[in-house]
């Protein structure tokens, strides 16, 4: 099992799960999705330098993720 494949593949699932959130907001804005993310990444807002934000953090949390998954299936006694 791969950090990088699962890293990638999980920043790229939070990402473009972003982004349709995003785009659904723009669309739909009365079931705005923003209030959701707002809490969860620090710093996001509707404005370009708050979504460029929530990108980065997304990418992160995915690599975050990923790390402790990997490690976890490695070191794990079971498996």
Do not use: K
Not at 37 to 47: E, H, I, Y
Not at 55 to 64: K, M, Q, R, V
């Amino acid at each position: 099992m791969s950090i990088n494949r699962i890293g990638f593949a999980l920043s790229s699932v939070l990402v473009v799960s972003y982004a349709l959130c995003l785009v659904f907001d723009q669309l739909l804005p009365q079931f705005s999705m923003h209030e959701l993310w707002a809490p969860l990444l620090p710093g996001f807002s509707l404005t370009p330098i708050g979504i460029v934000v929530g990108f980065i953090e997304l990418i992160a949390y995915g690599w975050y993720i990923a790390v402790l998954y990997v490690l976890a299936h490695r070191y794990s006694p079971v498996g």
